[in-house]
């Protein structure tokens, strides 16, 4: 046969072939959607990638993953959303409640599997945990919902205290409720409270520095990625600057800080890792319901606390699923 003629054949029997031989022979792609950076969350990522090993996919041998870090600018979110679409990836992990809010409106049609600490019918991801319906589901962890909780457990460990502050990040959706919580919470407590914000690394200095001036006593340090990101810097200057602080994160108490409270967000990225291959194999999101993390921490720097002059109550050591000597 002449070879002109053979890859003519060639090209006409390719052509027959139906699209779904071409898509048996792609390997599955999963869009990784992060408002922060990679360097803060490499614990979570290894998290996720055990779930999905543990469904039957390794990165790079059977599956690959397209990472679309935001490094703490949200409003970069929804054009790295907007580009993973075009990519024609198979699923979109978006792993943060700015990611998934950014995800959420880029398709209707590419499964979404979001990872968030906080309630996601609030904040409008889904209409219902049980039956989430359309392309998107997830996991969650507990988190906004334990602000007010840290705050007093921070009083607690600083009784004398009658001024703490809330640093929060105002450009993640749910700073206003946090904020509001907690501010609600404070005057059982006997406690003035005073909302100070940052979302640069520039903003850390200046943070202290009004702490000194507000002669705040206790920092309770909202939930957001961009602080996760910054976790051990965050506990290495709360303890420079002698500053009790509460934060969500055992990772902070390790880094100097006094104390954690809240759930595990390791925990919660492997479930998400498990539902994106799940998806992988064939699952819809409609059919999977919203898993809530329950798992709680309570982690304190028993050391911190010596340099700080802090007395830990018997009560809170009791209650302690860790203490750092």
Do not use: C
């Not at 205290?161 to 993640?172: E, F, G, K, Y």
């Amino acid at each position: 046969m002449q070879r002109r003629k053979f890859i003519t054949l060639l090209g006409a029997a390719a052509a027959a072939w139906p699209p779904i031989a071409f898509a048996q022979q792609r390997m599955p792609v999963i869009g990784f959607l992060n408002s922060a950076s990679a360097d803060g969350y490499a614990p979570m990522v290894a998290a996720f990638r055990q779930g999905l090993s543990d469904t039957g996919y390794v990165e790079g041998q059977n599956v690959a993953i397209e990472y679309r870090w935001a490094e703490d600018h949200y409003d970069r979110l929804p054009g790295l959303a907007a580009d993973l679409v075009r990519q024609q990836v198979t699923v979109i992990a978006a792993t943060s409640t700015p990611a998934a809010l950014a995800a959420k409106p880029a398709t209707t049609t590419i499964p979404i599997v979001f990872e968030m600490g906080g309630d996601p019918i609030q904040t409008g991801l889904v209409e219902s945990l049980s039956r989430p319906g359309g392309n998107i589901t997830g996991t969650a962890h507990l988190n906004v919902e334990l602000a007010p909780k840290r705050l007093e457990l921070l009083h607690e460990l600083v009784p004398t205290t009658s001024i703490a502050a809330l640093l929060v990040n105002p450009t993640n959706p749910n700073a206003e409720t946090v904020s509001k919580e907690v501010q609600a919470a404070a005057p059982t407590l006997g406690i003035q409270l005073q909302v100070i914000q940052a979302s640069t690394d520039r903003d850390f200095d200046a943070v202290f520095t009004t702490l000194l001036k507000l002669r705040a006593g206790a920092l309770a340090i909202a939930t957001d990625p961009f602080f996760t990101s910054r976790i051990e810097q965050l506990g290495a200057l709360s303890l420079r600057h002698a500053m009790p602080t509460i934060y969500q994160y055992r990772q902070f108490v390790a880094a100097g800080g006094l104390v954690s409270y809240g759930g595990s967000i390791t925990d919660s990225y492997y479930k998400a890792g498990v539902y994106t291959g799940r998806i992988l194999k064939g699952a819809k999101p409609a059919d999977l319901p919203v898993q809530q993390s329950t798992k709680v921490e309570l982690v304190i720097n028993l050391k911190t606390a010596k340099a700080l002059g802090l007395t830990v109550p018997v009560s809170l050591l009791g209650r302690a699923d860790e203490l750092i000597e």
